[in-house]
């Protein structure tokens, strides 16, 4: 079992950037792949971008790809997403997810993962 808390969120101006860090407790972070979602207020939850276990392989929303990057340091027990050029669109609570999974695989889909931080807010002014 792992605990997430995510945090960096905050009001930024359009165009500005973040990032958002996912600390983990319990067993150890390697054994799960990550995902960041986010969910606007009257919107359904979306996948944002995806990461593995060793941090080589990532995937991305096509809204957020070439703006955003998922990254993680397993000795710290945290995943990170930069966040650039941020768009009022982006505005959202973002989470982030893991999961237990084999070396390599992504996890694309939120009923993919069992473990959920509670979220941080990222609002983007025009």
């Known amino acids: 079992q792992v605990q997430l808390e995510e945090s960096g969120g905050g009001l930024v101006e359009s165009r500005d950037s973040l990032r958002l860090a996912c600390t983990a407790s319990g067993r150890p972070f390697s054994d799960y792949a990550v995902g960041w979602f986010r969910q606007a207020p009257g919107k359904q939850r979306e996948f944002v971008a995806g990461i593995s276990r060793a941090g080589t392989r990532t995937h991305y929303a096509n809204s957020v790809r070439g703006r955003f990057t998922a990254s993680r340091d397993n000795a710290k027990n945290t995943a990170y997403l930069q966040m650039n050029v941020l768009k009022p669109e982006d505005t959202a609570a973002y989470y982030c997810?893991?999961?237990?999974?084999?070396?390599?695989?992504?996890?694309?889909?939120?009923?993919?993962?069992?473990?959920w931080g509670q979220g941080t807010q990222v609002t983007v002014s025009s």
């Open positions: 997810a893991a999961q237990t999974t084999v070396t390599g695989a992504l996890l694309l889909s939120e009923n993919d993962y069992t473990y």
